[in-house]
């Protein structure tokens, strides 16, 4: 990975936990997690047209950790294993539709708010959030794979 692009990721990331950071006290009212950082870090792996490093990947959640203030390594295990996901399931993902793309990244979302809620609020597990979650990442997945709107383009590599 050349180094302007690791920039332009890092730069990307930082900006959509600050994002992620002003939106969940809102929606979290509304019983919603939508994990943004990880769907950015998701789409540029699945938009990556060459495998990425596992140690840079790593050290990418280890960054994401430090920003977002979760325990330390949590999102490094977490994006390491979305990256062994997407980079090992790469050639299948070209059969999916657009529709079934949207239900993986859902899922996975699902994924990530279950294993990050049971690590940082174990005594507020809520699988109201979870469930919420779930229904309303998938939504917003269709809607945006109906409407054809390409926000993974801002990750051509």
Do not use: H, W
């Not at 890092?10 to 950082?37: D, G, H, R, V």
């Not at 789409?43 to 495998?51: A, D, E, G, R, V």
């Not at 490094?76 to 997407?86: E, R, V």
């Amino acid at each position: 990975m050349k180094f302007t692009q690791s920039i332009k990721l890092l730069l990307i990331i930082f900006i959509a936990n600050i994002f992620e950071s002003f939106l969940s006290p809102y929606l979290i009212k509304a019983f919603i997690n939508l994990p943004i950082t990880f769907l950015f870090f998701s789409m540029f792996l699945y938009k990556s047209k060459t495998n990425i490093n596992p140690f840079y990947i790593f050290l990418i959640g280890l960054f994401v950790d430090i920003i977002s203030d979760a325990p330390f390594g949590l999102n490094s295990a977490l994006f390491c294993l979305m990256a062994y996901l997407i980079n090992s399931y790469s050639n299948t993902f070209k059969l999916f539709s657009f529709f079934q793309i949207c239900l993986f990244f859902s899922v996975s979302s699902f994924f990530y708010i279950g294993i990050t809620q049971i690590f940082m609020n174990l005594e507020n597990f809520s699988y109201a959030v979870l469930l919420i979650s779930l229904i309303f990442n998938t939504v917003l997945f269709i809607t945006i794979s109906l409407l054809r709107i390409n926000v993974m383009a801002i990750f051509k590599t």
